[in-house]
């Protein structure tokens, strides 16, 4: 059974920082694409992409949100990506999930225009961005 696993939410003040991680079982990260996804409150909200890295060469996509701010980064002996967000605001407060997919395209494509399902999704971690 395949189970992703986000960890590292919590509240944090703007301009503060958190790493999440996204560990797993069942699979070897390595051999996926992750992809990193978020979910503002409220019920209208939808869930949009904020970064992707690449199983084949490691090659990261960050929506314009997240550039300059945050980092994807794998730790392959770990079965282990990370998500490194600095400078955070309280726009950023959201339901963080990763996804896994054996295909690059596939992820980098959910992250950047949503219409792909993933192959796994974790349930999430939540962060809070306070004033």
């Known amino acids: 059974q395949v189970q992703l696993l986000e960890s590292g939410g919590g509240l944090v003040q703007s301009g503060g920082s958190l790493r999440l991680s996204c560990g797993a079982s069942?699979?070897?990260?390595?051999?996926?694409?992750i992809g990193w996804f978020r979910q503002a409150p409220g019920e209208d909200r939808e869930r949009e992409g904020v970064?992707?890295?690449?199983?084949?060469?490691?090659?990261?996509y960050y929506k314009q949100f997240a550039k300059g701010r945050f980092t994807v980064s794998r730790d392959n002996a770990k079965n282990t990506v990370y998500l490194q967000m600095n400078n955070l605001k309280p726009e950023d407060t959201a339901v963080y999930y990763c996804?896994?997919?054996?295909?690059?395209?596939?992820?980098?494509?959910?992250?950047?225009?949503?219409?792909?399902?993933?192959?796994?999704y974790g349930k999430g971690t939540l962060v809070t961005v306070s004033l």
């Open positions: 996804a896994a997919d054996r295909s690059d395209t596939r992820t980098v494509v959910s992250v950047r225009l949503k219409g792909y399902d993933l192959e796994y």
């Open positions: 069942g699979i070897t990260l390595a051999d996926y694409a």
């Open positions: 970064a992707s890295i690449a199983s084949r060469d490691n090659s990261t």
